[in-house]
């Protein structure tokens, strides 16, 4: 299995940033696209952003400029810089990741983490 940790959530006030951290760990033989998403009380699950790994990005359109995904393969570890924060920001995100695990066969499915959560306010 994979087992995936984020990190990096808090409080924080508009306009502020804030660095959200989600590492991969267990049979681990290869991640390809890993990526961000969020949920507002009451709201769908939605992408903020993903990045493959050949390096293509995806943003939604409310984070592009604010927000920057990026990734250390060698540490299976995706990260989240997010900028300029907004009230509207405030959301427990989730780290995903599509990877080839060895868990008896070898197999390739999605797997999320746990969540963290993220407010802006003053």
């Known amino acids: 299995q994979v087992q995936l940790v984020e990190s990096g959530g808090g409080l924080v006030q508009p306009g502020g940033s804030l660095r959200l951290s989600c590492a991969a760990s267990?049979?681990?033989?290869?991640?390809?696209?890993m990526g961000w998403y969020r949920q507002a009380p009451g709201k769908e699950r939605e992408l903020v952003a993903t990045l493959s790994s050949d390096g293509r990005t995806n943003y939604a359109d409310s984070v592009k400029g604010r927000f920057t995904i990026s990734r250390d393969n060698a540490k299976n570890t995706v990260y989240l810089q997010m900028t300029s924060l907004k009230p509207e920001d405030t959301a427990v995100y989730y780290c995903?990741?599509?990877?080839?695990?060895?868990?008896?066969?070898?197999?390739?499915?999605?797997?999320w983490g746990q969540g963290t959560q993220v407010t802006v306010s003053s």
């Open positions: 267990g049979s681990i033989v290869r991640i390809d696209d």
């Open positions: 995903k990741a599509e990877a080839w695990a060895r868990v008896g066969a070898l197999t390739y499915q999605e797997y």
